[in-house]
């Protein structure tokens, strides 16, 4: 059996790059599932909130431009014959009324303490894994999981590799795929220089007033849950040093309506605590679990409170699993 490159020289990279006619456009990250198209369908005006943000799709381009795929992120469609399998829901304190404040103000103050390692290298990179419910495809079963690695520079070129994932059983908690991946991998898609664009125009504030105004661009008195939303995008593109995490954990306890809610294990086994907020007339519940030690950001996931639609109370609608960051030397 052949076996694979464990690595994509510069090289290559550049000659792959040079391939390509015409140049490709500047794209994101696949949208599909990442935080970034959930807080954009976050956002989108509603005049009916809930049915609205069961039930509208997202558009979102491939990143080789060949198609449009319509995605919705909650319900399957009129047409499906069968509801998907869901995970089970993390083991939280659901009954607890405590802000999460005192918590996240406790914890900044120990993340800034710390004293860790800088990693260096020209890529920053990180790995997440997505899930969540699809609509409109009547050949799924209902289900998008995907892996996604992304190694990018500040020349704002990048590699990517999207790999999608295999289905799992329902009422399943702990994600399958978090350690070794299947063995067919995805090919890498290349950003040439100057064509991939990261969450920020620079690196995230060190300090909280910093921080929210980066996340809020522009935009003033998010809602909460946008808050979390957009803080929860800094995992996906970049490696957060202490100093970065504390003010990431103090903007958070500046936001009114975070609760905490006790301690539990991640969807790849790691321990943390959990903070929450509820929106949409308390029909939708974000879930943050974070390490109680570094302060990282592990997992984001949602949740509905309460049936409607045709969606029973208590199901997982979507969750983010941030399992890597680093600087490294090379992409792939």
Request: with cysteine; net charge positive; hydrophobic share 35%.
């Given at each position: 059996?052949?076996?694979?490159?464990?690595?994509?020289?510069?090289?290559?990279?550049?000659?792959?790059?040079?391939?390509?006619?015409?140049?490709?456009?500047?794209?994101?990250?696949?949208?599909?599932?990442?935080?970034?198209?959930?807080?954009?369908?976050?956002?989108?005006?509603?005049?009916?909130?809930?049915?609205?943000?069961?039930?509208?799709?997202?558009?979102?381009a491939?990143?080789?431009?060949?198609?449009?795929?319509?995605?919705?992120?909650?319900?399957?469609?009129?047409?499906?014959?069968?509801?998907?399998?869901?995970?089970?829901?993390?083991?939280?304190?659901?009954?607890?009324?405590?802000?999460a404040?005192?918590?996240?103000?406790?914890?900044?103050?120990?993340?800034?303490?710390?004293?860790?390692?800088?990693?260096?290298?020209?890529?920053t990179?990180t790995?997440?894994?997505?899930?969540?419910l699809?609509?409109?495809?009547?050949?799924?079963?209902?289900?998008?999981?995907?892996?996604?690695?992304?190694?990018?520079?500040?020349?704002?070129?990048?590699v990517?590799?999207?790999?999608?994932?295999?289905?799992?059983?329902?009422?399943?908690?702990?994600?399958?795929?978090?350690?070794?991946?299947?063995?067919?991998?995805?090919?890498?898609?290349?950003?040439p220089?100057?064509?991939?664009?990261?969450?920020?125009?620079?690196?995230?504030?060190?300090?909280?007033?910093?921080?929210?105004?980066?996340?809020?661009?522009?935009?003033?008195?998010?809602?909460?849950?946008?808050?979390?939303?957009?803080?929860?995008?800094?995992?996906?593109?970049?490696v957060?040093?202490?100093?970065?995490?504390?003010?990431?954990?103090?903007?958070?306890?500046?936001?009114?309506?975070?609760?905490?809610?006790?301690?539990?294990?991640?969807?790849?086994?790691?321990?943390?605590?959990?903070?929450?907020?509820?929106?949409?007339?308390?029909?939708?519940?974000?879930?943050?679990?974070?390490?109680?030690?570094?302060?990282?950001?592990l997992?984001?996931?949602?949740?509905?409170?309460?049936?409607?639609?045709?969606?029973?109370?208590?199901t997982?609608?979507?969750?983010?699993?941030?399992?890597?960051?680093?600087?490294?030397?090379?992409?792939?």
């Amino acid at each position: 059996m052949r076996r694979r490159k464990s690595h994509i020289t510069d090289e290559e990279i550049m000659g792959m790059v040079r391939a390509q006619r015409p140049p490709q456009p500047a794209r994101e990250r696949s949208e599909m599932l990442t935080s970034r198209a959930i807080v954009r369908y976050a956002e989108t005006p509603r005049r009916e909130p809930f049915q609205l943000q069961l039930r509208t799709t997202l558009k979102w381009a491939t990143r080789t431009g060949a198609a449009l795929v319509v995605v919705g992120l909650l319900l399957p469609s009129a047409n499906a014959t069968a509801s998907p399998a869901t995970p089970g829901p993390l083991s939280i304190d659901n009954t607890s009324t405590t802000p999460a404040d005192e918590y996240l103000l406790d914890l900044a103050k120990r993340v800034e303490q710390r004293s860790e390692p800088t990693s260096t290298g020209p890529y920053t990179y990180t790995r997440v894994q997505v899930w969540g419910l699809e609509t409109g495809d009547e050949q799924s079963d209902g289900v998008n999981a995907r892996d996604q690695r992304l190694w990018w520079r500040t020349d704002r070129s990048a590699v990517s590799i999207d790999t999608p994932l295999p289905p799992q059983p329902p009422g399943r908690r702990r994600a399958e795929w978090t350690q070794a991946l299947p063995e067919k991998a995805a090919n890498p898609v290349l950003n040439p220089p100057g064509t991939f664009s990261p969450l920020l125009a620079g690196l995230p504030g060190r300090t909280r007033e910093t921080m929210r105004e980066q996340l809020e661009r522009g935009q003033r008195n998010l809602p909460a849950e946008q808050i979390v939303r957009r803080a929860a995008q800094l995992c996906e593109y970049y490696v957060l040093d202490p100093a970065q995490r504390a003010a990431q954990l103090r903007m958070l306890a500046d936001t009114p309506g975070l609760i905490f809610r006790g301690r539990t294990d991640d969807r790849a086994g790691r321990a943390g605590a959990v903070v929450s907020v509820d929106s949409d007339g308390d029909h939708l519940r974000d879930i943050l679990v974070f390490d109680d030690a570094t302060g990282e950001l592990l997992s984001l996931e949602r949740v509905t409170l309460k049936a409607r639609d045709g969606v029973p109370a208590n199901t997982v609608i979507a969750y983010f699993i941030f399992l890597e960051h680093s600087r490294v030397d090379r992409a792939g």
